[in-house]
């Protein structure tokens, strides 16, 4: 057992959380990089909780620049055990629609730009993404929105495409068409795939902004009109996340579906030939199996 500890990987247009008793922004280091932004620290409804802007406040940090490695370490090294991804996508489905959120239960990752993995030559690490997110976490962040009056899908596959331009009409269709994504967003990958291997449960909330490109109604994406539905979006996000603390326990068991224990056959490299160097970087994400 331990202390449920909440993360919010905040995305556009989200850059605090309401309500936190004790809120303190703090700087962490990590041997990864720079995190995107100090980190929010505090209580809500009794449940700690850390916030990190994914994009830093102000929105200066671009997709394919997001340090996505220093962001999953940090949020280990305070002792996080919960992580609830939020950010704005495109719906290639109609029954999505802008306002409506998605619970991501699969993913299609065509980033080709990010280091994608804590393990490399010298500490070889192999995690299962079969079910990438948490079925637990996602149904209480489903069951949070419902409570604040918000249309949920649960399950989807979100189409993680590198940016930050958005799509051509004939990719929009063929992600729509032959390979059955229902959404499009740019940030979700690698931060899911990071967060298995930090053995971190994972839950992916897709706040739909737009169609994309492929509704013949809509036409191409329209940032104006995609910040105008983001700012309702946000706020509706925010009293999703406030809801969590009473769903889930503070008293924490093991996850059922074995998130936090992703590492437990993954390494490979043998003791004697694993790299100290890199050893040191993984002493918070994947420490549990290395000491």
């Known amino acids: 057992m331990s202390n449920t500890k909440i993360g919010v990987i905040g995305g556009s247009g989200i850059y605090e959380i309401d309500g936190l008793q004790n809120p303190k922004w703090q700087q962490v280091e990590s041997p990864w990089g720079t ?16 916030f990190l802007p994914r994009h830093g406040r102000g929105h200066v940090h671009a997709p394919s620049d997001v ?29 999505m629609a802008p306002g409506h959120f998605v619970l991501v239960d699969q993913f299609i990752d065509r980033t080709t730009q990010r280091a994608s993995s804590f393990f490399s030559r010298g500490c070889v690490g192999h995690v299962s993404l079969a079910h ?32 930050p331009q958005f799509s051509t009409l004939a990719e929009s269709r063929m992600y729509r068409e032959s390979w059955g994504a229902d959404v499009i967003g740019m940030t979700n990958m690698p931060e899911a795939k990071l967060a298995r291997e930090a053995e971190l449960c994972y839950a992916s909330v ?17 940032v104006t009109e995609i910040i105008k539905t983001l700012m309702g979006n946000s706020a509706q996000a925010k009293g999703m996340v406030a809801r969590l603390p009473q769903l889930l326990d503070p008293t924490r068991a ?38």
């Open 254 to 291: 093991a996850c059922s579906h074995g998130c936090d224990r992703a590492l437990e056959y993954a390494i490979l490299t043998a003791p004697e030939a694993r790299d100290p160097i890199l050893l040191d970087k993984l002493d918070a994400v994947a420490g549990r199996v290395l000491r």
């Open 206 to 222: 897709a706040m739909i902004t737009d169609y994309d490109s492929w509704h013949p109604d809509h036409g191409e994406v329209d």
């Open 132 to 163: 990438p997110t948490c079925p637990r976490l996602s149904a209480a962040c489903a069951v949070a929105a419902r409570a604040e009056g918000i249309t949920v899908h649960e399950g989807g596959t979100y189409l993680a495409m590198e940016g």
């Open 67 to 95: 340090p996505y490695r220093a962001n999953i370490d940090a949020l280990k090294r305070l002792g996080v055990t919960d992580v609830i991804s939020v950010s704005a996508c495109g719906s290639f489905r109609e029954a």
């Open 35 to 50: 995190p995107s932004d100090e980190l929010l620290t505090g209580q809500l409804a009794g449940v700690e909780m850390v």
